[in-house]
């Protein structure tokens, strides 16, 4: 089963923009951290950013004031708005929900990962 699916991949030249949506099945409850993760060839997988179950946001240094996050708790779906795009933001990005299970341990769950690729 798909528990997380994302969408809105693609390419894009430079100083373009992208959105990306990821939606959380069912079976998923009360999410509580919501996030966007990337990882290029040959490079660690890095957070690009995340927005809790209160609204608040964390950024990775090299997007801050370039992408917006936000989540719809109703639809328990998180979106990416990538703006200004750069070559170097070209990577698989990958959707992370994490939750608490009833013991209080935290879950994550993670999608199957959508291309962003940047160039002209």
């Known amino acids: 089963q798909e528990e997380l699916v994302e969408s809105g991949g693609g390419q894009v030249r430079p100083g373009g923009s992208l959105k990306l949506s990821c939606a959380a099945s069912g079976s998923i409850f009360d999410p509580r951290v919501m996030a966007w993760y990337r990882q290029a060839p040959g490079k660690q997988r890095e957070l690009v950013a995340s927005i809790h179950n209160n609204g608040i946001t964390n950024f990775g240094d090299s997007v801050k004031g370039r992408f917006t996050i936000s989540r719809d708790g109703a639809k328990n779906t998180v979106s990416l708005q990538m703006d200004s795009l750069k070559p170097e933001d070209t990577a698989v990005y990958y959707c992370?929900?994490?939750?608490?299970?009833?013991?209080?341990?935290?879950?994550?769950?993670w999608g199957q990962g959508t291309q962003v690729t940047v160039s002209s």
């Open positions: 992370n929900v994490v939750i608490f299970d009833e013991g209080g341990v935290p879950r994550a769950y």
